[in-house]
């Protein structure tokens, strides 16, 4: 049986998602990842809520550079608004796609505001 993309990625979302938690200490670290654009939310599976959220479309991350920069940017954004609620610490939830490009640049901008993954 040949799978779709979409169907591997959705298999591989929900293998992940049996294991990765979110609460309100150590929230789960989303990520979206379009053609275009990132966004990512940090996600408190306990209550249900979404702490904080970024993404390429905000007013604040430059349109000029590469996805590559943006998404590192996005990190950052993300990384300063959780600290503004008091969480160091989170777990990384990559959906499904690889660790690698837009993805890694998020979590490494993640890092760089002060976010342990």
């Known amino acids: 049986m040949k799978f779709s993309k979409v169907n591997r990625r959705r298999n591989i979302r929900y293998r ?16 979206f990842r379009s053609n275009k654009e990132i966004y990512c939310q940090l996600i408190d599976d306990v209550n249900g809520v979404t702490i904080a959220a970024a993404s390429s479309r905000e007013a604040g991350v430059p349109k000029d550079g590469n996805k590559v920069a943006q998404a590192q940017h996005v990190g950052k ?35 760089e505001a002060g976010l342990s993954l």
Request: aromatic letters at 6%; glycine letters at 10%.
């Open 16 to 31: 992940i998602r049996k294991n990765v938690r979110g609460t309100a200490q150590k929230p789960r670290l989303s990520v």
């Open 77 to 111: 954004l993300v990384g300063e608004r959780a600290k503004a609620k008091d969480v160091s610490t989170v777990v990384f939830d990559r959906s499904g796609y690889l660790y690698h490009g837009r993805v890694k640049a998020l979590a490494d901008g993640a890092r």
